[in-house]
């Protein structure tokens, strides 16, 4: 089970551990879920309406995107910034889990309640996302960046884009759109423990819970659908701001829109878009969310119990040795 558990054998896994095995899981995940991201995040730039009936804008379905955006841009273009997204998946990962790990054995040895709760993993989780948000901002908005610009190229790599970034638009860029991140991101990531502990605890024999890897996978995709879905706008606004002052390399692709902040970006989106306008790119991103969420919890619980047997195994070389020696 995710989170420290009181009743689980073995010493309770450390903050180094946590980080290593959250890393690792970010890692894996983030390859098999970059084509996603950066479908969705170009429905999210998108001003004008999507809609298959009466095309206005560029990118009007999944898969016409998909194909427009092989065709035009080739299959790397799937994983556009992926160098910013993997170190963004990795920083986020090991914060995250090590700080949630953190919070909920804290709780359990500070307060009554029990660390295995579901309103305890919400509160925990929230805040472990938030503190990884503040961390790896910079991070996101380079992967935003990279996946959002088309041909030819703004950005050469990394380096020149931060480089860039830096000295045309100042170091505050890098942490453009982190308002409605920071209001996202604690509900979003709340629920997304809240409901994997949930689904767990229903799916989960509890003297099988923690051993198995299949209802991890399902349990996180389930997490992560619902928590999407509720908190799906926040995370449109963020996109939409963390390109300012990056139109010029959006105009192949149609309309482009300065917001003067947050406020402003939620007024100018209902006023021309409508309220369709602020689920733009919702199916691409529930799509992504389920492979994400389920992607990183599976391979979190996986680490984990792969580092478990790595150390159950020296003691029982050690213990095998000190016999011998006897």
């Given at each position: ?14 903050p ?5 095995a ?27 309406r999507?809609s ?38 990795i ?8 700080s ?85 991101v ?8 809240f ?40 995370d ?43 689920f ?30 790595i ?16």
């Amino acid at each position: 089970m995710v989170g420290y558990d009181p009743g689980a054998k073995g010493a309770p896994l450390s903050p180094e551990e946590a980080a290593l095995a959250g890393s690792a899981a970010g890692m894996v995940t983030r390859v098999l879920i970059s084509p996603f991201d950066v479908i969705k995040i170009r429905f999210q730039l998108q001003i004008e309406r999507v809609s298959s009936k009466t095309p206005e804008g560029k990118y009007w379905g999944l898969f016409q995107a998909t194909r427009c955006i092989h065709s035009e841009e080739g299959l790397s273009a799937f994983w556009k910034g992926h160098i910013p997204a993997q170190l963004l998946s990795i920083c986020y990962g090991a914060v995250q889990f090590a700080s949630f790990e953190f919070l909920t054995e804290m709780v359990h040895k500070t307060t009554a309640y029990d660390s295995q709760t579901a309103g305890v993993h919400f509160i925990c989780g929230g805040l472990a996302a938030c503190s990884a948000t503040v961390v790896c901002q910079p991070l996101d908005t380079l992967r935003t960046r990279f996946a959002a610009q088309g041909e030819p190229k703004v950005y050469r790599n990394l380096r020149h884009a931060v480089f860039t970034m830096w000295r045309s638009e100042g170091s505050l860029t890098f942490y453009r759109g982190l308002s409605p991140t920071l209001i996202a991101v604690f509900p979003y990531a709340g629920l997304q423990f809240f409901f994997y502990n949930v689904f767990k605890k229903l799916l989960t024999p509890p003297p099988k819970a923690g051993k198995s890897g299949g209802e991890s996978l399902v349990c996180g995709s389930g997490a992560g659908m619902i928590s999407k879905t509720i908190t799906y706008p926040f995370d449109l606004f963020k996109k939409r701001l963390q390109v300012g002052g990056f139109e010029a390399a959006r105009a192949h692709f149609g309309k482009v829109q300065s917001y003067r902040g947050l406020l402003d970006c939620m007024v100018q989106i209902a006023k021309e878009e409508g309220f369709r306008g602020f689920f733009k790119g919702l199916s691409p991103s529930l799509l992504k969310a389920a492979l994400s969420t389920g992607f990183t919890f599976f391979w979190y619980e996986f680490f984990v119990n792969a580092m478990r047997k790595i150390e159950e195994r020296q003691r029982t070389k050690a213990f095998t040795k000190d016999l011998n020696r006897r």
